[in-house]
């Protein structure tokens, strides 16, 4: 599955992201082309935004990306929300789900199978990340700027920065998502905020998650000198595949 139904505010006015061009193709395009890679993968959900059904189904069709293996349906207002509705949208019989930002175009075909190989192993969810370069402090937030006192420093070695495509058991993946909607309309005020991953989501419950290698390149185009990489790497793959 593919969530593509956000602005990407982050990333600047203009198109919401996952219809953003990266070397004449929109984002999405180049995710669901980088799903496509792996013989692990059969059908691909895209999560449109919720009014842009149509645009995204005349976009894969205009990339020869129209056949019976592409669905596409409307997302929400938040990632969550719209792994949600993809999820719905999966055939009963599917027994594993790997949910793949749009964001992330350029995720090697190696790290896709090796997350949907880990679930095959048995691991009820795994996700791809990487080594941080950068320390990392926990801070007191603090809006405009203003100094934020320093609460800790997490020993670097063991902190990973996780990508997707994420890899789940697809029975864990509807239960600890239907479990976080019943939380929400439970409990407004203390609900804990929507989750950023789906691995979050499967944490929150009990459920144990595996990380494997992921890939520099399977980063996630956030800021506009995000684009300004990709637009890089995409350039040095073309040229090396002339050769
Ligand atoms: N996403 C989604 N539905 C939402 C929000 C996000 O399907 N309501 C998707 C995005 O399209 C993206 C992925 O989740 O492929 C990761 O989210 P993020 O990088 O945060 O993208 P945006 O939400 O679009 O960007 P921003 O947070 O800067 O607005
Ligand atoms: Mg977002």
Redo the contacts with the bound molecule.
């Keep these: 599955m ?10 600047g006015p203009g198109a ?3 219809l953003r061009e990266l070397g004449g193709a929109p ?2 395009v180049h ?1 669901v082309r980088a799903l496509g890679r792996s013989r692990a993968i059969g059908l691909v959900v895209v ?1 449109a ?1 919720p009014d842009g059904v149509e645009q995204v189904l005349g976009l894969l069709d205009g990339h020869g990306l129209d056949g019976e293996n592409v669905q596409v349906v409307a ?9 949600r509705l ?1 999820l719905a949208a999966v055939p009963a019989d599917v027994g594993i789900v790997l949910v793949h ?4 175009p350029l995720v090697p075909v190696e790290v896709v199978d090796a997350v949907a190989a880990a679930v095959r192993d048995g691991a009820d969810a795994v996700v791809p990340a990487v080594p941080l370069a950068d320390t990392v402090k926990r801070v007191e937030p603090r809006p405009n700027g203003e100094p934020e006192p320093v609460l800790d420093t997490p020993e670097r070695a063991t902190l990973r920065a996780v990508q ?1 495509p994420q890899g789940f058991r697809r029975d864990l993946l509807d239960a600890v998502h239907a479990k976080a909607l019943a939380d929400e309309s439970v409990a407004s005020q203390d609900a804990p905020p929507a989750a ?1 991953d789906d691995a979050g989501l499967v944490e929150r419950y009990g459920g144990r998650v595996v990380v494997v290698p992921g890939h520099e390149e399977a980063f ?4 506009p000198l995000d684009l300004v990489l990709a637009e890089a790497v995409l350039a040095r793959r073309r040229a090396s595949d002339g050769f």
Excluded: M, N, Y
């Design positions: 593919v969530p593509a139904a956000g602005r990407g505010e982050r990333l919401p992201k996952a984002l999405l995710a999560v935004p997302g929400g207002a938040t990632r969550q929300e719209s792994v993809g930002d749009a964001a992330r997707t950023t996630k185009v956030t800021r």
